[in-house]
T-cell receptor
């Protein structure tokens, strides 16, 4: 149980285009989903927190107009990287907190999406 | 949240126990110690957590010192598949808390 999927697993796009990444909780409902970014040989950095049906909360320094997050249902959140540039190339990871999950560790991570912008 | 300090890297021979230390000297009384790991190019995986008593599950053991200022994650019989970055996180236990990752320890299991 508690499986989170991401699609696509990797994507290559040209500079200036937009890319959408999906995060799905497959066997549980997730009221809250998180998006992380990880550059090579660095740790995961939290980008934003999204709650189903409301606007995402972005961490300091993350451009909300560049990284559009939509959490339209209890099983799906999307991250759209708009007007992508090579510096946006990174490993993007989502996680989902199970509905009613009262414990810190009840947050499950997806396998990640490798974005390369050429 | 209290900060943690971990060595950047460690090696361990396959089949031997891997002992990964973590310092968390500013931990508060109600904060737990959590361990996650991230295998290369995958999402993080929860391993174990504890408050003050030693804990064991099917993946690992967690030893927390009596003063709670440090802890050790023990993988009793390391395999090549245990090669990963291991993160020690200190947090209050509520589900509303954000998971904030530090730099972690890169464990290399050597054949």
């Amino acid at each position: 149980g508690a499986v989170v999927s991401q699609h696509p697993s990797w994507v290559i796009c040209k500079s200036g285009t937009s890319v959408k990444i999906e995060c799905r909780s497959l066997d549980f409902q997730a009221t809250t989903m998180f998006w992380y970014r990880q550059f090579p040989k660095q740790s995961l950095m939290l980008m934003a927190t999204s709650n189903e049906g409301s606007k995402a909360t972005y961490e300091q320094g993350v451009e909300k107009d560049k990284f559009l997050i939509n959490h339209a249902s209890l099983t799906l959140s999307t991250l759209t990287v708009t007007s992508a540039h090579p510096e946006d190339s990174s490993f993007y990871i989502c996680s989902a907190r199970s509905f009613g999950g009262a414990n810190f560790y009840e947050q499950y991570f997806g396998p990640g999406t490798r974005l390369t912008v050429t | 949240d209290a900060k943690t300090t971990q060595p950047p890297s460690m090696d361990c021979a396959e089949g031997r126990a891997a002992n990964l230390p973590c310092n968390h000297s500013t931990i508060s009384g109600n904060e737990y110690v959590y361990w996650y790991r991230q295998i290369h190019s995958q999402g993080p995986q929860y391993i174990i957590h504890g408050l003050k008593n030693n804990e064991t599950n099917e993946m690992a053991s967690l030893i927390i010192t009596e003063d709670r200022k440090s802890s050790t994650l023990i993988l009793p019989h390391a395999t090549l598949r245990d090669t990963a970055v291991y993160y020690c996180i200190v947090s209050f236990p509520g589900g509303y808390q954000k998971v904030t990752f530090g730099t972690g320890t890169k464990l290399q299991v050597i054949p």
